[in-house]
């Protein structure tokens, strides 16, 4: 029983610092040093990627490129394929990524894991895109289904693009356990 409330406080605390750094509340050194489970978080991450990708390859490419190729060519027909190009993309990204994520991390060894996601927390704009994306993807799904949450998913990207093209700080500070974190990542390689 002692096992497992620690377990779940390990866990609560790994998601509260993950969620609030993902909102944007601040958090401490400490906090974001702490990654319990960080195959979960990286596999998270990837998939927020995937999915973004898939919705913009399938309703910002292959819609109109199968568009213009195949006809027919009416506005109405493009508006129809991007929104069933960009959720089909965006289904299989978020089944992609967790394979993806596996088949390239499998033989890292776990400080690399946890050095990549260490550094993915204090990276603002990475951050951003998936806060922006989650946010997008929540209003627009609860409010019209898989349309509103490829237009969400889609508006996110755009928005996050566009703060971190235009308004972020352009001097990002690197995480202060970069140096030491690399050094033990190579390390374990050559171990291995």
């Known amino acids: 029983n002692f096992q497992l ?3 779940t406080d390990l866990t ?3 998601t509260s610092a993950y969620l609030k750094n993902l909102m944007g509340v601040p958090v401490t050194d400490e906090e974001l040093e702490n990654i319990p489970h960080p195959n979960v978080e990286l596999t998270l991450h990837t998939t927020v990627r995937f999915i973004q990708a898939g919705a913009v390859l399938g309703s910002l490419v292959a819609a109109p490129l199968v568009t213009a190729i195949g006809g027919p060519r009416t506005l109405s027909d493009l ?3 991007a929104l ?3 959720v089909t993309g965006a289904r299989v990204g978020a089944v992609a990524a967790p ?3 596996y088949a390239a991390m499998r033989k890292e060894p776990e400080i690399a894991v946890y050095d990549r996601v260490y550094r993915l927390r204090y990276h603002s704009n990475q951050v ?3 806060r922006y994306f989650l946010i997008g993807a929540s209003i627009g799904g609860a409010s019209n289904g898989p349309a509103g949450a490829l237009v969400g998913i889609l508006g996110g990207i755009a928005l996050a693009t566009a703060y971190n093209s235009l308004l972020a700080n352009r001097e990002r500070g690197e995480a202060p356990l970069t140096d030491q974190l690399k050094s033990k990542v190579q390390a374990a390689k050559r171990q291995q």
Request: glycine share 6%; aromatic share 6%; hydrophobic share 30%.
């Open 99 to 101: 394979l993806v994520t």
């Open 12 to 14: 609560a605390t790994m």
């Open 79 to 81: 508006a129809d394929r």
């Open 5 to 7: 409330c620690c377990q």
């Open 84 to 86: 069933r190009y960009g």
């Open 128 to 130: 951003r895109h998936d």
